[in-house]
């Protein structure tokens, strides 16, 4: 038992990848620290505030339990889903195993304290899912100190069989097909899905914000249906339910009994039951493809040095998936998600709507100065989610000494780690001109022109300039490649950068009125600025590149 | 030929790694690089290389400063780095002709130089696999194609031989004999001492940032006579 808890004690500080240094209160630190308090504190106040209005409706319609049933129901499928994501992170993917297995520790220890820290990340969830909506419940109708302690129980105990139901799909699919043990297809193809999801949910969500309170009340009652229907055959869904909805009677205590009993009696039986399986398969993954072919020495050519030094880099960075899903795939999903609400508008909606005539109004009043630096300051906001620049350095790892000791100048090699970048910022920058100008139809061809100049060369300063951020603070000595895309200061600072280009942007349009003057002004700027920093690197490059060796 | 002039180089301010480092590898010699764990072996061949700034002093390589005229410098070697992990998501054959394209070595003689080389070294069927699919020893034996590749004049290595099997690392040091034959330069670091005995014209040994002796071995042999092997004189050398 002590054992177990020392190991998910150690298994939880390895996946949160905790600093070293983290007793050292710096601005940077405490700067993350905000932001990220801020981002959380936003997220629940969303959450809350959703809560609240369910509530009412519900009430009105005078059903409010309905709406505790639905948090079950919502806590347990979220449960389900996330563990089969994290069982194969945790179980399979993770590093841990291989300085595990030689320990002696035997294997019920290990599924044990792995299933802790599965457990711990859903807990983490429910904080959201769970915890706020409860409170909010639980505040508006001044409920007793039973509902609370009943609450805390479904809330530690729900979650329990999901998570195993989960862990027991996920082995066996391990078990069975072969695809699930390319480490990198899974990565790539368990994040699409949750892209999927978010998009279908996005366009759901659209179709339904005409209902009126009524209808929403009607829709979620007859979901409520479905979890009789469901709570039929999942047992705990049932008891979860009674024991909080019935605390006026002593169902709710046999019931939450029962809850915790068969959480507990599963969690073991089944702990037992994986601990010889998943040994077996954990050992078997491979990461990447092992296929032997022969080699193709007719495709050997000579190619010109930048093209090749640039052919590497696009190579790193499309065949490494953490790398590609946290640096490229923002860029090419952003643009995306955020028109669906628009082009779904557009659509479902004909010429008489009210929204047409706030397109027409904008259409008519966009080109002056204010409209263009809203247009670049659009196009800029879209180059923020494009970290390839700003990691082109980290990325390399301990092979960046490699940068050092290869016969090209240093410069150059800056100038040709920017070029990634800078070629997929031309998607958003595309996806905008493009839909200015289908959005509004009246848009000259002098400021099409316009702005997508000013884009580009934002787009070439921007991405030539963070990869100096990177130069400077290099995060390269790294094990897991989550060290280079999560928890980096840098990719703080390109956003604060590119904050700061925008501003400077939005200044210098507000000072004029002429959209020509003011195009010609920031181009000069621009180019004048790129052209100074690129003698900066190539003047100063020894000294830029001290960090990296 | 590689000359290290005067070189001093701190990690921490104060903290002297390299202290007044003076050594001169002559064309047509084979150095070996001898001195305990974090003696400043790997400090010395990074700053050769370029990787590490240079506090005071310079290294020329075959006359090229690689402060003042790095590119040039680096033109002039090739190098092994003593950890081999590089560029794992790339195709062994991928990496190799990234190198060549670096180098700018024209096709043909690319394609029949890869081709033996990686026959001979035997790693000619793994060729097409990513770089993390190999073995340590794979690893290390696809960057010393990658050197031999473009034929420096001077090789520079950094523990190139821990790792490799008996017949690669015959084969290697085969291949040091040869160049050095040539009127190259070798200069690599090493923990095996019969290696440098047998191997090395001359050898170097360093221990906490300062050069202790260097020499033939016939002449460390005259300058220690009490001592009769190569493992007495490292072990009495870097004793204190
Ligand atoms: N990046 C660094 N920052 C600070 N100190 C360093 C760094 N790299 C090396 N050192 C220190 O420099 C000294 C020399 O290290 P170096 O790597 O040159 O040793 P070495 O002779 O190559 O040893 P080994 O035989 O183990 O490879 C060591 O004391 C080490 O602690
Ligand atoms: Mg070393």
Same mark, same amino acid.
């Given at each position: 038992m002590k054992e177990t808890l020392f190991l998910t004690k150690i298994l939880l500080k390895n996946s949160l990848?905790?600093?070293?240094?983290?007793?050292?209160?710096?601005f940077k630190a405490i700067a993350a620290k905000l932001l990220m308090f801020v981002a959380i504190a936003y997220i629940g106040g969303v959450v809350a505030f959703l809560s609240k209005e369910l509530i009412e409706v519900l009430k009105a319609a005078n059903q409010p339990e309905v709406f505790i049933s639905l948090c079950l129901l919502s806590t347990i499928i979220i449960a389900f889903i996330q563990s089969i994501l994290s069982s194969l992170n945790v179980l399979y993917f993770s590093k841990d195993i291989e300085f595990l297995l030689?320990?002696?520790?035997?294997s019920l220890k290990i599924v044990l304290a792995k299933f802790n820290v599965m457990l711990v990340s859903e807990y983490i969830v429910e904080l959201l899912t769970f915890a706020i909506p409860f409170l909010v419940y639980g505040i508006t109708f001044q409920v007793s100190i039973i509902f609370y302690i009943m609450s805390i129980l479904v809330f530690l105990f729900l979650p329990i069989i999901p998570i195993l139901l989960g862990t027991i799909l996920t082995v066996i699919l391990m078990r069975f097909t072969s695809f699930v043990k390319n480490k990198d297809l899974v990565q790539y193809i368990t994040v699409f899905l949750t892209f999927a999801m978010i998009i279908a949910i996005q366009i759901y969500s659209i179709n339904t914000t005409e209902l009126t309170d009524f209808m929403i009340a009607n829709k979620l009652i007859q979901i409520n249906g479905l979890t009789d229907i469901f709570a039929d055959y999942f047992i705990i869904l049932k008891h979860g339910i009674n024991a909080i909805t019935e605390i006026e009677n002593r169902l709710a205590l046999s019931n939450i009994l029962y809850l915790i009993g068969e959480s507990i009696t599963a969690y073991l039986f089944v702990s037992i039951l994986l601990s010889t399986t998943y040994i077996n398969s954990a050992t078997n993954i491979v990461s990447g493809n092992s296929k032997k072919t022969k080699t193709d020495f007719r495709k050997i050519k000579r190619n010109s040095t930048r093209k090749a030094y640039i052919d590497k880099e696009f190579k790193i960075l499309f065949r490494n998936p953490v790398f590609f899903l946290n640096t490229v795939l923002p860029v090419l999903i952003i643009p995306i998600v955020l028109t669906i609400p628009f082009v779904s508008e557009f659509f479902s909606k004909g010429e008489s709507s009210s929204s047409q005539a706030i397109i027409s109004a904008i259409g008519e009043n966009i080109e002056n100065t204010v409209g263009f630096a809203i247009c670049i300051c659009i196009i800029n906001f879209l180059y923020m989610f494009n970290y390839i620049s700003v990691t082109s350095i980290s990325r390399?790892?301990?092979?960046?000494a490699f940068i050092k000791y290869i016969p090209l100048e240093l410069y150059k090699q800056c100038r040709y780690k920017a070029i990634p970048a800078f070629i997929l910022n031309f998607i958003p920058l595309f996806f905008i001109v493009i839909g200015m100008n289908l959005l509004f139809s009246k848009i000259s061809i002098s400021f099409t022109l316009e702005v997508f100049v000013i884009g580009l060369l934002c787009n070439l300063f921007i991405s030539y300039a963070e990869v100096l951020i990177d130069i400077l603070k290099p995060k390269i000595?790294?094990?897991?490649?989550?060290a280079v895309v999560k928890q980096n200061m840098n990719m703080l600072w390109s956003t604060i950068f590119v904050l700061i280009v925008s501003i400077i942007i939005l200044g210098i349009c507000s000072f004029f009125e002429n959209v020509h003057v003011v195009t010609l002004l920031i181009s000069a700027i621009l180019i004048l600025t790129t052209i100074f920093y690129d003698n900066f690197v190539k003047l100063y490059s020894t000294n830029i590149f001290k960090k990296i060796c | 030929m590689i000359e290290i002039k005067n070189v001093s180089k701190s990690y921490i301010k104060n903290e002297k790694i390299i202290d007044n480092l003076n050594l001169e590898i002559k064309d047509g010699e084979i150095f070996g690089f001898l001195g305990p764990n974090g003696a400043g072996k790997t400090t010395t061949i990074k700053m050769i290389t370029g990787i590490l700034k240079i506090d005071e002093g310079d290294i020329f390589i075959d006359g090229q400063?690689?402060? %003042?005229n790095p590119v040039n410098a680096k033109l002039n070697f090739g190098f092994v780095p003593d950890s081999p992990d590089m560029f794992l998501k790339l195709k062994g054959i991928e990496y190799l002709n990234f190198i060549a394209d670096i180098y700018k070595i024209d096709s043909k003689i690319r394609k029949d130089r890869i081709e033996r080389l990686s026959k001979e070294f035997e790693i000619y069927d793994n060729l097409n696999e990513q770089i993390q699919n190999y073995s340590h020893g794979m690893r290390q034996k696809l960057l010393i194609i990658g050197v031999l590749?473009? %034929?420096?004049?001077n090789w520079i290595l950094d523990e190139p031989l821990t790792g490799l099997d008996p017949k690669s690392a015959y084969d290697l040091k085969e291949k040091m004999k040869a160049h050095s034959r040539k009127g190259n330069t070798v200069f690599f670091s090493t923990h095996v001492l019969e290696v440098a005995e047998k191997l090395c014209d001359r050898i170097g040994i360093i221990n906490k940032g300062k050069l202790l002796f260097v020499g033939t071995y016939e002449e460390m042999k005259k300058q220690f006579k009490d001592s009769n092997s190569l493992e007495d004189i490292f072990l009495k050398v870097t004793e204190e």
């Open positions: 990848n905790k600093n070293a240094n983290k007793d050292k209160l710096t030689p320990l002696p520790i035997n390399e790892g301990e092979s960046v000595h790294w094990t897991s490649e989550y | 400063s690689i402060t %003042e590749l473009h %034929e420096p004049k």
